[in-house]
C-alpha cells in the first residue's frame, strides 16, 4: 500500500457537502461547499451557537441576518439560506470567487483614481441600499470586499456585525489594528450604524487610491489619537476633488460627517455614476432563520461523514443482466459487457484514492463527487473518448461494492482498460480476491 | 312415463352385442389419437393466437389482432407491429416456431443460449402467462406494457413482486432473498462466505418487513420500493416510449393482413 493519505470522508450538512476552509476566525469560519442536489458552489458561514449563546446575540443576530436575507443586491454577497445544529450556525452564501479587491491592491500598488471611484460607487450602492432596509455593516474592512468572476464588488457580512465584533473586541486591543473603524466607535461613545459605515468606506477608498492607509501608527495609542482627531495627509496625486470628498467623509465628528444623499450629489463621485439596477425579490421566506434560532429540536440538521450509498439485497439483484432488457432492443449485441463489479473490504475513501491512483497513470482525468467517480480517457479510441462511471457502494458493514460502467467509447477498450486498471498494484491492495473469499 | 323410457334404453344397451360394445369404447380413443396424426402431419396448425394461419404453418396477425393488443395494452397498433418485428427476430433466433424459448430469451440476454439462471428463468415465467413453457406474442406485448414509462408505478411494483416470489407464495421470503444474493454474486463472479450473505440479507428483510412476520407482504414491498425508488429502475424501458423509431432499423415488414 502506499503511504499516501486516504481522501477523508466528506461532512454534509443537510443538502450541502462542506470542502475546505476558505476564511476562518476566532469563533468562526468560512467553508466552501456544494448543494448536492444540484451541484451548485456555494461558501458556507459557520458560527459557534455557543458563542451566541454566552453573549446575548441570538435575538439581534436573528433580527439581522433575517432583514439580510430579504436583501438581493447585485453588491452584497447574498444569504440563501440558515440552518443550525446542536452546536452551530450555518449561513448558506453566495460563492464570490474572484478574491479580495486588497489583493488587486497588493499585487498592483494602487488604483487608478477611474478605476478607484468606480470600486466605491459599488461599495456605497450596496451599503446605501442596505442602510435603506434598516442593516449596517460596522465592520467594513478589506476582508469584506470580494470580487465576482466578472470584477463585480460584492460586499460581505452584512448583518453579521452583531457577531464580528465580538470577535474584534480581541483584535482591536491585542492582535489586530482598528484602521476602518470610526471614532465613535473605537471611543465607545454610542453610534448610529450608516454614519460609521460612511466612514469605513472613506478609508477604503483612501487606500484604494494611494496603496497605504490614512491612519497607521504602530502603537494603538497614537493610532485612536490620530483615528480620533482625523490626522491624515492625501498623496499628491489625488485630484482635489478627491481630497476635498475624503474631508468630508473622514469627519470626525459623526454628527457633521457627510451622509450617503449628499455624496450621491458630489462632483468626484457623480462622474460616471451607475445606479445598481436589480430586480426586487417578492416573498423571500425567513422561516429558516427562525428555526435555526429557536430551540426546537425538530429543525436541527446534523453534520455527518458522508458515506457511500448502502446497497440492499434488492438492489443488489436488480443489477442482473436477466433484469436489463434493454438488451433485448440491441441492434448489435456483442459477447462483451459493458459493466463490471469487484468486491473490497478496505474504507471506502481509501477505495476511491487506490482507484484514482491507478486511472490516471492510464492516461484518463478523473471527476469526483461523493462515492461516485467519473474516469474520462485523454485519447480518442475507436468510438470517441473512453468514459467510464464508478460507484463504490456499503453491501454489508465493512463489505463494498466497486461498480465500473462504461458510459462512452468503445466496449472492447472497456475490457482492456479494466485488465489493465485492475491489475494495477495499488488496486490490488484493496480487491478482495477469490481466495480470501473462499 | 319416464320409467317406460328408462326401461327402453335400459333394454336397448342390453341388446348390443360385445363386440358393438367394444367399439363403442374404443371409438373416442381411435377419433384421439386420429388427430395426433393429423397434427403430426401438418394437415392442421395449432396456434395460440387469433390468427390466419399461411402456408408455412406460422401465425400471421392480422390488424385486427394488433388493434386488440394495442387497446390491451399501452401501446398504438404501429408500435404493436413494431414489437411483432422485434418478437419474430427474436423468436427465430434458435427455433423458427413463433414463440420465443427460454433458449432464445437467454441468448439474448446474454448472448448465450447455455448456462442456468435463477434471474432468467424468472422473469421468462412472469412472461409465460399461459405456463406452456413459451412465450406468445401476446404474453410478450402484455408484459413489455408494465415496462412503458408511462405505465402505472402500481403495475411496475407489482411485476417486480412476482419476479422476486420466487416460490410464488405471495411473500418474498428470507430463503429467496438468499437465494438470489447467491444468483448475482455468482453472475458477478463473485463469492462472500455465509456470515456476510445472511448480514446482507437480514438487514434487507429487516428495512422491508414493517409488519414483522419474517417476511415481505405485497403492502411491505409497496412501501419498501416508495423508500428506495431506485429498485424499480430496471422496470422502466425508455426503448418503448419510441419503439417504432428504435426498431426502424430491423426489416421492417408489417405481416398485418386486412
Not at chain 1, 73 to 79: G, R
Not at chain 1, 400 to 427: A, I, P, W
Request: glycine share 4%; with cysteine.
Amino acid at each position: 500500500m502506499s503511504g499516501k493519505q486516504a481522501a477523508r470522508p466528506r461532512t454534509r450538512v443537510g443538502k450541502y457537502e462542506l470542502g475546505k476552509t476558505i476564511g476562518e476566525g476566532s469563533f468562526a469560519k468560512v467553508k466552501f461547499a456544494k448543494n448536492v442536489e444540484n451541484g451548485n458552489h456555494v461558501a458556507i458561514k459557520i458560527l459557534d451557537r455557543n458563542h451566541v449563546l454566552r453573549h446575548k446575540m441570538m435575538e439581534q443576530l436573528k433580527k439581522e441576518i433575517s432583514a439580510m436575507k430579504m436583501i438581493n443586491h447585485p453588491n452584497v454577497v447574498k444569504i440563501y439560506e440558515v440552518m443550525a445544529s446542536k452546536t452551530k450556525i450555518y449561513i448558506v452564501l453566495e460563492l464570490v470567487n474572484g478574491g479580495e479587491l486588497f489583493n488587486k491592491i497588493a499585487k498592483n500598488g494602487k488604483l487608478k483614481e477611474d478605476e478607484a471611484r468606480r470600486y466605491f460607487h459599488q461599495l456605497i450602492n450596496a451599503v446605501d441600499y442596505c442602510h435603506s432596509r434598516g442593516v449596517y455593516h460596522r465592520d467594513l474592512k478589506p476582508e469584506n470586499l470580494l470580487l465576482d468572476s466578472n470584477g463585480v464588488l460584492k460586499v460581505t457580512d452584512f448583518g453579521l456585525s452583531t457577531y464580528a465584533q465580538q470577535e474584534d473586541e480581541l483584535l482591536r486591543t491585542a492582535c489586530g489594528t482598528p484602521n476602518y473603524v470610526a471614532p465613535e466607535v473605537l471611543n465607545d461613545r454610542g453610534y448610529v450604524g450608516s454614519t460609521s459605515d460612511i466612514w469605513s468606506c472613506g478609508v477604503i477608498l483612501f487606500v484604494l487610491m494611494a496603496g497605504y492607509l490614512p491612519f497607521d501608527e504602530p502603537n494603538h495609542a497614537a493610532l485612536y489619537k490620530k483615528i480620533g482627531r482625523a490626522q491624515f495627509t492625501c498623496p499628491s496625486w489625488f485630484s482635489p476633488e478627491a481630497k476635498k470628498l475624503l474631508k468630508l467623509i473622514l469627519d470626525p465628528n459623526p454628527l457633521t460627517r457627510i451622509k450617503v444623499p449628499e455624496l450621491l450629489e458630489d462632483e468626484w463621485f457623480k462622474k460616471g455614476y451607475k445606479q445598481a439596477t436589480f430586480i426586487m425579490e417578492e416573498d423571500i421566506n425567513v422561516d429558516d432563520v427562525a428555526a435555526a434560532f429557536n430551540d426546537s429540536k425538530e429543525n436541527l440538521v446534523t453534520e455527518r461523514k458522508e458515506k457511500p450509498v448502502s446497497m440492499n439485497a434488492f438492489e443488489l439483484i436488480s443489477r442482473s443482466q436477466s433484469f436489463n432488457l434493454e438488451n433485448l432492443f440491441e441492434k448489435q449485441q456483442g459477447s462483451v459487457k459493458r459493466e463490471t463489479h469487484f468486491t473490497s473490504q478496505r474504507p471506502a475513501n481509501e477505495i476511491m484514492s487506490k482507484i484514482e491512483e491507478a486511472a490516471k497513470p492510464l492516461g484518463f482525468n478523473v471527476h469526483k463527487r461523493n462515492y461516485k467517480m467519473k474516469l474520462q480517457g485523454d485519447k480518442s479510441g475507436r468510438k470517441g473518448h473512453l468514459s467510464v462511471a464508478t460507484e463504490v457502494f456499503e453491501v454489508a458493514p465493512s463489505l463494498h461494492m466497486v461498480e465500473l460502467r462504461k458510459t462512452g467509447g468503445d466496449t472492447l477498450e472497456f475490457h482492456k482498460f479494466y485488465k489493465n486498471f485492475s491489475s494495477s498494484s495499488g488496486l490490488q491492495d484493496v480487491v478482495w480476491h477469490s481466495e480470501e473469499k473462499q | 312415463m319416464s320409467s317406460t323410457i328408462a326401461t327402453d334404453s335400459h333394454g336397448l344397451s342390453d341388446s348390443w352385442t360385445i363386440g358393438e360394445r367394444v367399439c363403442a369404447a374404443l371409438m373416442p380413443l381411435i377419433a384421439v389419437v386420429e388427430v395426433l396424426i393429423l397434427t403430426v402431419t401438418g394437415c392442421f396448425s395449432y396456434c395460440p393466437c387469433i390468427s390466419i394461419i399461411d402456408q408455412n404453418h406460422k401465425c400471421t396477425y392480422t390488424a385486427k389482432d394488433f388493434a386488440i393488443l394495442a387497446d390491451e395494452t399501452r401501446f398504438t397498433v404501429e408500435e404493436v407491429e413494431a414489437l411483432h418485428v422485434l418478437f419474430k427476430r427474436l423468436s427465430s433466433s434458435l427455433i423458427d416456431d413463433d414463440s420465443i424459448h427460454k433458449e432464445e430469451l437467454q441468448l439474448a440476454l446474454f448472448q448465450t443460449p447455455y448456462g442456468k439462471n435463477l434471474f432468467l428463468d424468472r422473469v421468462f415465467d412472469v412472461f409465460d402467462q399461459k405456463r406452456n413453457g413459451v412465450i406468445e406474442f401476446d404474453e410478450f406485448v402484455h408484459a413489455l406494457s408494465v415496462f412503458h414509462p408511462y405505465a402505472p408505478m402500481d403495475e411496475k411494483i407489482d411485476f417486480a413482486f412476482k419476479l422476486y416470489d420466487l416460490r410464488q407464495t405471495g411473500f418474498i421470503e428470507p430463503e429467496e432473498v438468499k437465494l438470489m444474493v447467491v444468483a448475482i454474486l455468482i453472475e458477478f463472479d463473485m463469492n462472500l462466505p455465509d456470515d456476510l450473505l445472511e448480514a446482507i440479507v437480514h438487514k434487507t428483510i429487516a428495512d422491508a418487513d414493517k409488519d414483522n412476520d419474517g417476511k415481505i407482504s405485497r403492502e411491505d414491498w409497496k412501501a419498501f420500493v416508495s423508500r428506495n425508488p431506485s429498485l424499480l429502475i430496471n422496470m422502466t424501458l425508455p426503448y418503448l416510449k419510441d419503439i417504432t423509431s428504435v426498431l426502424s432499423s430491423f426489416v421492417f415488414k408489417t405481416e398485418a393482413k386486412p
